[in-house]
């Protein structure tokens, strides 16, 4: 497996029951950073995590905790997040991911670069050890099927194909159609889902084997080239994937 740099997580608390939630999670996430009003600096004094009170508006530390960090876990309505990030993002690409808990700790909620972000993920395992309800949103993740733009990804898989279509197979995948996974290269373990592979993911160890009238989409796991012919027949169809090469 792909070591992947831990993310930087900071927890964002400005209320007093908001950082008595935030002081929970911090117990549970040594290395998560804190940032809070210095009114509310207090209830972390016992943790071992490192603190930022901030005497000014939160509006000010926005655009340090989008450069600084990559989940960014708001103890704040989710209205006023809304509100505070909207003039720093960029693209899902470069946004960091944004999730809300809501004052009484029962609702967490990824707000922003969710899916590629990783605040799904994140927003699952907060809700876990904060026991509270993860609220999704993404199609992949609420249908628990192949996320096609980052599958493979914590394996160093490099996704290869037009973005039109990534976001035609995409379409297939969410909307259970037939599609033909064949994978020709790289780690099996590629499925984490707790649940099993949905019923419209059929896989194939070789291409040549995939009868193509029969399936919407092809996701293909491969070292092999693929002709510009390829890709023109299949229209849109084909996603390739290209795993690290064995050393």
């Known amino acids: ?4 740099p831990a993310p930087r997580v900071c927890l964002v608390a400005i ?10 999670l911090a117990a549970d996430l040594p290395e998560a950073d804190i940032c809070t009003s210095a009114k509310f600096a207090v209830v972390f004094a016992e943790a071992s995590n490192t603190v930022r009170a901030y005497d000014g508006a939160l509006r000010d530390e926005i655009g340090p905790l989008f450069a600084g960090y990559d989940q960014i876990i708001f103890f704040v309505s989710l209205g006023a997040v809304v509100r505070l990030i909207a003039p720093h993002l960029r693209s899902k ?19 922003l670069s969710g899916h590629v972000g990783g605040a799904n993920e994140w927003s699952e395992r907060v809700a876990d050890l904060l026991g509270a309800a993860p609220v999704l949103t993404t199609a992949s ?3 628990r099927t192949i996320p096609v733009d980052i599958l493979g990804r914590h394996l160093g898989w490099k996704v290869e194909a037009p973005k039109i279509n990534i976001t035609r197979v995409s379409a297939h ?8 996974f064949v994978q020709e290269a790289g780690s099996p373990d590629w499925w984490t ?10 896989r194939f160890t070789r291409f040549d084997d995939v009868p193509l009238d029969r399936y919407a989409a092809l996701l293909w796991v491969t070292h092999a080239d693929v002709t510009d012919e390829r890709w023109t027949t299949l229209n849109e169809r084909l996603v390739v994937y290209r795993p690290p090469q064995e050393a």
């Open 1 to 4: 497996m792909t070591n992947q």
């Open 15 to 24: 209320t007093k029951h908001g950082a008595a939630q935030a002081a929970r």
């Open 93 to 111: 690409d470069e946004d960091p991911g944004i999730i809300v808990v809501d004052d009484a700790g029962q609702y967490v909620i990824p707000v």
């Open 141 to 143: 993740d609420v249908g």
């Open 173 to 180: 995948v969410v909307n259970g159609e037939p599609i033909a």
């Open 193 to 202: 889902r707790p649940t099993p592979l949905p019923d419209n993911i059929h």
